[in-house]
């Protein structure tokens, strides 16, 4: 109901009205012979049927819900009801209700089927028992009702029925009281009964009841009167509605209270409301709504919504979204969010909508007040952040209290949007902010809301720090001083949102379990501040200008132009990782050069090259170096088997069994003096190859067996070698290869050449890099040679015939050809034995295709056929006269 407190609460009776008898219809009082003016003692003129003419046959003509009283000193209008149902007005109903005319020029007759006048008490009082209106005849029914007094006449009336739908007469007699003290609108209860003559229904027994009247809550149309005036103004400070009920106009008062919506009514304004009574039983309209203004007012508003082909309005004169429809906007460009925009409203089955809209300048709606003075509070209920159900009610649900100017506690609300960030806030929470006042309901609220230092003292929170290591859409990750792992973040986390994210920025935080996660275990990072540069420390310095000497490996944190070597003496600080608790050198300086040839110290010769990588044999021979060709200095293509090298242990330490190697670079031929051979030519087997032929062998180095022709079955001496004892780098040496070889001064075996037999085949196909040979070694399979084995890099064409040495590998099984020579050229290209097969199996049958000489060859003296001279031999070079 509406708020104005004149106005009672009611409960609908259960009825089925029909509204279209409630449409607003154009004011106009028929002027004719059945109308008839009552004036009223203070000269309000009220319209009325003057004539009521009761058949059952035609109860479509009764006045529905008509009340009138005259109006008072204290009411300055008279109050007028309509009451309207379908039953009523198309004359439906339980039972057939007759209507009865009032005549003030008259003995007051109730006009019936045939019946005869009552006897009216003239003094107008209902009380005297003595009445001559007879009702002996009625039939009691016994069960009482309750309803409205709906008109009252000289000596009777009419009541409206709560329960049903029905309009019964009753006289004066038949009221139990003073009848001086009975009102149009007044609650009554009765006993419904039968005219004993008619058969019609009447009421009898009434009497007055409690204000707590029933009335329907169906919406009447009407259109506004008088406009309210202010109470300072003069005049009335009611309005007045007008509507149109079977022909008959009725007025009802309204105030301010009773309007819904911050609007203004306007006259001539087409409006709907509900009709109420008051407690002392007068009637007025509540709960108005303005549905058709008659002078369209424009509103204001910011589009804050938009659809596929509609939207929503925030309106700036209340807090409330009005819907509109694209089709509304009345300019080319289309409306999109956070657009400023005027429009009017009208009311489409039964809600507002917004109308002939155009577009403001922008900044042209401001919905609030912001104050410029910053004020100082702490949080009381921070928003919940992720556990918000999925409608909430209230969008302010944050609460800040502060100190105002008298020194009095103050708590203001705050939204999701009032921050500066989407930073996470704690209970407890210190907060600067302003306070911005709604001009629509006056609400203040806090905004601009930013996080003060002191919080994290007040929280008591542990704070951790580190760097931006790694940086995505919309999140990344911190490098910690005190943690291993990298820890994730949200960008909203960072309290100063004005500041652009880089890597390498040095922050604070605070570590939480990231309940938004699928993964329970995993945290983030929330409440981030930056810090300035040089803030964050991941080591402690245990110990300062340490003095040492290199070993093998380059420290972290050296001067880039000044790298140390292996050997060179440093001066350093010690300092100890705040996340592990290990101990490092740091500011590594160097104070002294190593003695060491080219300060590098590690010399060796490449013994064997992979694809992308290869293998350093040491300048003890006693064991292989790793190396990438990202760490050789120089193009990885010119290096070859043997070559002669410098490097240093690389600082990844070593990968296995085997070290790394870096700065890798090649030394001039003869850098490394190798002990000569002193001994004569000898006979030998490969008892056991080089590691780089056989990578499951534990041992580097490979070793040879002196051979005795003698005595064979004794066991001679044996010698070790490496990839400098090889006569020819590329010779795959495998176990059992008979060699020939010598020994050097350090008993060695040196320039060792295998004893293999020499095979021989032709080149049958060349590839990139690689070819094969007419020498099936497997069922169906070419033998295999790679082209960095042909002899002096000479150039092959398929067919040239080449000799070669046939080599096993023991670990994979595989053939391939080594020491490949060029032979001879390929011959010269004879008819394909393809060819010739096929002319064997051509027919020579008649009716198979021929071929037909169609001109015969002539000389050129004209004569068949070539002359015998010219058939005639003759030397290179020379030509016959």
Not at 396 to 418: M, N, Q, T
Not at 588 to 609: C, D, E, W, Y
């Amino acid at each position: 109901m509406s708020s104005n407190p004149q106005w009672k609460s009611f409960q609908p009776p259960s009825m089925n009205s029909d509204t279209s008898i409630l449409d607003f219809k154009s004011l106009t009082i028929p002027n004719n012979s059945t109308t008839s003016n009552f004036h009223s003692s203070n000269g309000t003129n009220f319209n009325s049927s003057n004539h009521y003419q009761g058949a059952p046959s035609a109860p479509k003509d009764s006045p529905n819900n008509v009340y009138a009283s005259k109006a008072t000193s204290s009411n300055h209008y008279s109050n007028y009801n309509s009451y309207s149902s379908t039953n009523n007005a198309r004359g439906g109903g339980r039972f057939p209700i007759g209507t009865f005319t009032g005549n003030e020029g008259s003995n007051n007759v109730y006009n019936g089927d045939n019946i005869g006048s009552p006897p009216v008490n003239n003094s107008g009082s209902s009380n005297n028992t003595s009445s001559s209106y007879n009702d002996s005849a009625l039939s009691n029914q016994g069960t009482r009702e309750t309803g409205i007094i709906e008109k009252l006449l000289h000596s009777f009336g009419f009541i409206q029925c709560c329960e049903r739908q029905a309009r019964l007469f009753f006289h004066f007699s038949q009221f139990n009281g003073n009848i001086e003290h009975l009102k149009i609108g007044d609650p009554v209860e009765f006993e419904m009964t039968y005219d004993r003559r008619t058969g019609k229904p009447i009421a009898c027994d009434v009497t007055k009841i409690a204000p707590e009247v029933v009335l329907s809550e169906e919406r009447v149309t009407g259109a506004v009167t008088t406009e309210l005036r202010s109470e300072g103004s003069g005049g009335d400070t009611q309005g007045r509605i007008s509507y149109e009920n079977r022909g008959e106009c009725f007025f009802l008062p309204y105030n301010k209270d009773d309007v819904e919506g911050n609007v203004t009514l306007r006259s001539g304004d087409k409006v709907s409301f509900q009709i109420a009574t008051n407690q002392r039983g007068n009637l007025g309209a509540c709960h108005i709504r303005l549905e058709n203004p008659a002078h369209p007012v424009k509103y204001q508003g910011v589009v804050c919504s938009v659809k596929e082909s509609f939207g929503f309005i925030e309106r700036a004169d209340v807090v409330k979204e009005i819907f509109f429809h694209f089709s509304e906007a009345k300019m080319k460009d289309e409306l999109r969010l956070n657009d400023d925009v005027e429009f009017t409203i009208q009311t489409r089955n039964g809600k507002e909508v917004a109308c002939n809209i155009t577009k403001l300048d922008p900044g042209s709606v401001v919905f609030e007040d912001l104050s410029t003075e910053i004020v100082k509070g702490q949080v009381l209920k921070p928003l919940e952040r992720g556990q918000q159900p999925r409608h909430q009610n209230d969008p302010l649900p944050g609460r800040i209290r502060y100190r105002a100017p008298d020194h009095s506690e103050v708590e203001v609300p705050f939204g999701d949007k009032d921050q500066k960030g989407d930073f996470t806030l704690k209970h407890g929470d210190w907060v600067q902010f302003q306070i911005a006042t709604d001009r629509r309901d006056q609400l203040r609220r806090a905004t601009g809301i930013a996080l003060l230092d002191e919080s994290f003292l007040v929280s008591g929170e542990r704070r951790e720090q580190g760097v931006i290591a790694v940086l995505k859409t919309g999140f990344g990750f911190l490098r910690c001083v005190d943690r291993e792992a990298r820890l994730f973040f949200h960008f909203n986390e960072v309290l100063d949102v004005d500041r652009e994210i880089c890597v390498g920025d040095e922050v604070e935080f605070t570590v939480i379990q990231d309940q938004s996660s699928f993964s329970s275990s995993r945290q983030s990072a929330i409440r981030i501040k930056h810090l300035a540069p040089g803030t964050v420390q991941f080591e402690t310095v245990m110990e300062k200008n340490v003095i040492g000497v290199l070993p093998r490996q380059s420290p972290r944190n050296c001067d880039p132009k000044n790298l140390p070597r292996s050997g060179d003496k440093v001066e350093f600080n010690i300092c100890q990782i705040k996340r592990n608790k290990e101990l490092i050198a740091v500011d590594v300086q160097v104070v002294g050069k190593s003695q060491m040839k080219n300060g590098l110290g590690r010399q060796g010769f490449v013994a064997a090259l992979k694809d992308g990588f290869g293998f350093i044999e040491t300048i003890a021979h006693d064991r292989e170096v790793f190396f990438h060709f990202s760490n050789f200095e120089g193009e990885a293509n010119s290096l070859e088997l043997g070559v002669e090298v410098e490097y240093n242990l690389g600082t990844r330490g070593s990968s296995g069994s085997c070290l790394s190697a870096e700065n890798v670079h090649v030394l001039p031929k003869g850098t490394i003096e190798l002990p000569p051979a002193t001994g004569p030519l000898l006979d030998g087997i490969v008892v056991r190859p080089l590691r780089s032929v056989n990578p499951d062998q534990t041992q580097y180095a490979g070793l040879v067996q002196l051979a005795l022709v003698e005595e064979p079955e004794d066991k001679g001496a044996e010698y070790e070698f490496g990839i400098t004892g090889l006569a020819n780098k590329r010779e795959l040496l495998q176990a059992g290869d008979p060699v020939t070889f010598q020994v050097d001064s350090e008993n060695r075996a040196t320039n060792i050449m295998a004893v293999r037999k020499k095979r021989r085949a032709t080149v049958d196909a060349l590839k990139c890099g690689f070819g094969f040979l007419n020498f099936e070694v497997d069922e169906g399979k070419k033998l295999f040679f790679h082209m960095s084995e042909v002899k002096d890099n000479i150039s092959l064409q398929p067919g040239d015939q080449v000799e070669f040495v046939l080599v096993t590998n023991q670990r994979t099984g595989k053939s391939s050809a080594c020491n490949v020579t060029k032979v001879s050229d390929a011959p010269r290209q004879e008819r394909p034995e393809r060819l010739i097969s096929r002319l064997r199996t051509i027919s020579l049958e008649e009716s198979g295709p021929k071929l037909t000489v169609v001109r015969q060859p002539r000389g050129p003296d004209g004569t068949k056929g070539f002359d015998l001279d010219m058939r005639q031999p003759r030397a290179p070079g020379s030509v016959v006269e």
